[in-house]
């Protein structure tokens, strides 16, 4: 299994602005996969998109995928305090059962 | 209806004891997983277990040991209590097929040895 690699470690930005955080990985995948974390809880999965996709929806979030560069990116829109959480990208090569999750961007939305 | 669940949700217990964390998922899932998050928030996977049957076993201590009744549950035994076990530790399920799908977490158990 590889691990992704979040960047930034930590972003603030204001209540309705967007937030851009992205992730690099290191060898081929089947699929990518996007999970948040809110303080003392446990990850929840966000996006999952798959290595022949180049963009994938959900609400407010948007994610790219650009496996040529191995690397993928997680666009929040008109964010809001709620989303104030740690967000993890996991990469997931073809065959494998198991993630493995890199430190997360650290992201705090201000009212 | 809790997807994954754990129980206890805190744990504090002294060096040298022994004790367990139970899981469960009624999902349906095949695959089972413990993960271990440390102070620094860093998510570490220890084991995994699809249809009971032991697929991943990181470099973890043999005091850890994992027990799977059936493809519900997944139950995490800790001998010998140290302070560096001290952790949040999660379990999680998905269910598997050409590479990893999505997991799903249950709300974790923060341990603290004394």
């Known amino acids: 299994s590889q691990q992704g690699e979040e960047d930034p470690q930590a972003l603030s930005i204001q209540e309705g602005e967007n937030a851009t955080m992205n992730c690099s990985y290191k060898?081929?995948?089947?699929?990518l996969q996007w999970y948040r974390q809110n303080s003392g809880r446990g990850l929840v999965h966000l996006i999952l998109?798959?290595?022949?996709?180049r963009e994938k929806h959900s609400g407010r979030l948007r994610v790219t995928l650009d496996t040529s560069k191995k690397s993928s990116s997680l666009l929040i829109t008109a964010s809001r305090a709620a989303d104030t959480a740690s967000y993890f990208c996991a990469p997931a090569g073809a065959g494998s059962y198991q993630l493995t999750f890199g430190k997360g961007t650290k992201l705090s939305v201000i009212p | 209806d809790t997807a994954v669940s754990q129980t206890p949700k805190y744990l504090v217990t002294q060096m040298g004891n022994d004790k367990s964390i139970k899981c469960e998922q009624n999902l349906g899932h095949d695959t089972m997983y413990w993960y271990k998050q440390d102070s620094k928030k860093f998510l570490k996977i220890m084991f995994s277990y699809n249809n009971k049957e032991l697929i991943i076993n990181e470099t973890v201590p043999n005091r850890f040991s994992p027990k799977s009744p059936d493809k519900a549950h997944l139950n995490l035994h800790i001998n010998s209590l140290e302070l560096g076990d001290s952790a949040v530790y999660f379990c999680a399920s998905s269910q598997v097929g050409q590479g990893a799908y999505e997991q799903y977490f249950g709300p974790g158990t923060r341990l603290t040895v004394t």
């Open positions: 998109i798959r290595s022949n996709e």
């Open positions: 060898t081929s995948i089947n699929n």
